[in-house]
């Protein structure tokens, strides 16, 4: 079967699907994944079919608009209507481009921001795709909606109403743009005011989590259509002699190498895409919290890192490696709580300080906490120095964080996401259950 997985968005966004389309592949299927270019060399050193589509993470992210998306710790509301200035001027042609890339597709995977062209390509095609998501979506009393803030004191009632409120503000953000396009482009007509991904939930569509129930317990409510398959990572050959910084093969970095075995395991600081306005404040505030908890430390500088200054002996600025290569060999990891980040870490057994910035962030953030494998997260607007020496010297320092981490690396490395999920797409075309839109 010719599969195209929709993608979007940083390394973290991208990385899973690639892991989810190696998988497939292997499984027999012809795989192809739609994403921006500056992803397209991940795409295709791994084997898989690429497809373009607009837009350049990065550049949007560091321009000003961006910035002060990122910058501005948003509500959900907020949030999204910031996603929607900065993504507006490339919606159309990003959906453009995700129509061509399907034309041949006997079946589509989308994660969340792709869902509604995905739906209006799928009906215009008459081809089945299904949600393929990193975030949850389902209603359940146990946690709230990964895109609004965790409320443990308000209960049950909350968390419910978080999928209603953030579906609706979701519908109503993406809906203006996507209704010109649907009408203009493939003459179908308007979406509705109302959100319907309940009424997708009722038609029993078939969705995949790429997360752990370890991290993400499965509620009682979600219908057995609803699967947690674990996590899709690309696993990087351990090797250091094979594992490029870039994780495309080829040598590691000896800078990095001879770091490693100069001395006791250092703290991993990356805060992924996350830009900021000035990365070299931040960076001296890692360095100083590095220096109060007399820690080794590694600084990623790559894309939205830091950009540290003259750094000590016992810090070392890294442009990129691995984290599956590099996560195991420190002693924890502090980053901003992206879904992929989060997961590389908890994988690796790694006690975690998660510094949020928005959105989903906040959630991994507080499943950290709440699962024991790192302190209590240090929002990104609280950041000192003091706050980040302690809560490395925490994570670092204490047996319960510490045993907790292992044991939860441990779990998650015996799971297998993406043989799961490929014996569940092979289960439901055998019987040809899709559901519906």
């Given at each position: 079967?010719?599969?195209?997985?929709?993608?979007?968005?940083?390394?973290?966004?991208?990385?899973?699907?690639?892991?989810?389309?190696?998988?497939?592949?292997?499984?027999?299927?012809?795989?192809?994944?739609?994403?921006?270019?500056?992803?397209?060399?991940?795409?295709?050193?791994?084997?898989?079919?690429?497809?373009?589509?607009?837009?350049?993470?990065?550049?949007?992210?560091?321009g000003n608009a961006g910035q002060m998306w990122l910058s501005s710790d948003r509500s959900p509301a907020g949030f999204l209507r910031g996603f929607m200035e900065v993504a507006q001027p490339l919606m159309a042609k990003m959906s453009d481009d995700y129509w061509a890339a399907c034309q041949d597709a006997g079946l589509i995977l989308y994660p969340i921001l792709a869902a509604l062209p995905a739906a209006a390509i799928a009906e215009k095609l008459k081809v089945p795709a299904l949600p393929a998501y990193l975030q949850h979506v389902h209603t359940t009393a146990m946690y709230p909606s990964a895109m609004m803030p965790p409320m443990p004191l308000l209960g049950a009632v909350y968390n419910r109403l978080t999928y209603s409120?953030?579906?609706?503000?979701?519908?109503?953000?993406?809906?203006?743009?996507?209704?010109?396009?649907?009408?203009?482009?493939?003459?179908?007509?308007?979406?509705?005011?109302?959100?319907?991904?309940?009424?997708?939930?009722?038609?029993?569509?078939?969705?995949?989590?790429?997360?752990?129930?370890?991290?993400?317990?499965?509620?009682?409510?979600?219908?057995?259509?609803?699967?947690?398959?674990?996590?899709?990572?690309?696993?990087?050959?351990?090797?250091?002699?094979?594992?490029?910084?870039?994780?495309?093969?080829?040598?590691?970095?000896?800078?990095?190498?001879?770091?490693?075995?100069?001395?006791?395991?250092?703290?991993?600081?990356?805060?992924?895409?996350?830009?900021?306005?000035?990365?070299?404040?931040?960076?001296?505030?890692?360095?100083?919290?590095?220096?109060?908890?007399?820690?080794?430390?590694?600084?990623?500088?790559?894309?939205?890192?830091?950009?540290?200054?003259?750094?000590?002996?016992?810090?070392?600025?890294?442009?990129?490696?691995?984290?599956?290569?590099?996560?195991?060999?420190?002693?924890?990891?502090?980053?901003?709580?992206?879904?992929?980040?989060?997961?590389?870490?908890?994988?690796?057994?790694?006690?975690?300080?998660?510094?949020?910035?928005?959105?989903?962030?906040?959630?991994?953030?507080?499943?950290?906490?709440?699962?024991?494998?790192?302190?209590?997260?240090?929002?990104?607007?609280?950041?000192?120095?003091?706050?980040?020496?302690?809560?490395?010297?925490?994570?670092?320092?204490?047996?319960?964080?510490?045993?907790?981490?292992?044991?939860?690396?441990?779990?998650?490395?015996?799971?297998?996401?993406?043989?799961?999920?490929?014996?569940?797409?092979?289960?439901?075309?055998?019987?040809?259950?899709?559901?519906?839109?």
């Open positions: 079967m010719k599969i195209t997985i929709l993608t979007v968005g940083s390394r973290g966004d991208v990385q899973p699907y690639v892991a989810l389309g190696l998988g497939l592949q292997s499984a027999g299927h012809d795989v192809s994944l739609a994403t921006h270019a500056c992803w397209q060399s991940l795409v295709r050193a791994h084997g898989l079919g690429y497809r373009p589509v607009a837009g350049d993470p990065r550049s949007i992210l560091e409120l953030g579906g609706e503000v979701f519908w109503r953000a993406m809906r203006p743009a996507m209704n010109k396009w649907r009408q203009e482009r493939l003459g179908l007509p308007a979406l509705p005011r109302r959100s319907q991904f309940p009424a997708w939930d009722r038609a029993r569509l078939p969705c995949f989590y790429g997360f752990s129930r370890v991290v993400v317990p499965r509620p009682p409510e979600w219908g057995d259509h609803v699967h947690i398959t674990g996590y899709w990572f690309v696993r990087t050959p351990v090797d250091s002699t094979v594992a490029a910084p870039g994780g495309q093969g080829g040598r590691a970095d000896s800078r990095l190498v001879d770091f490693l075995a100069s001395g006791p395991p250092p703290v991993f600081v990356g805060f992924g895409s996350m830009t900021g306005r000035d990365p070299e404040q931040v960076a001296g505030l890692v360095v100083e919290a590095l220096a109060r908890s007399r820690r080794r430390g590694l600084l990623l500088t790559g894309w939205g890192g830091l950009r540290p200054g003259d750094l000590p002996d016992d810090v070392l600025a890294i442009d990129a490696a691995p984290h599956d290569w590099l996560f195991p060999q420190v002693a924890a990891v502090v980053h901003h709580g992206g879904a992929g980040t989060t997961a590389a870490g908890l994988a690796a057994g790694k006690p975690s300080v998660v510094v949020p910035f928005f959105a989903d962030q906040h959630f991994w953030a507080w499943r950290v906490a709440v699962l024991g494998a790192g302190p209590q997260p240090v929002p990104r607007r609280e950041l000192t120095a003091r706050r980040l020496a302690e809560a490395i010297s925490e994570a670092t320092t204490n047996p319960s964080i510490t045993g907790r981490a292992a044991a939860i690396g441990s779990m998650i490395r015996s799971e297998d996401g993406v043989g799961t999920f490929a014996a569940l797409l092979e289960s439901y075309s055998r019987t040809a259950h899709w559901g519906g839109q």
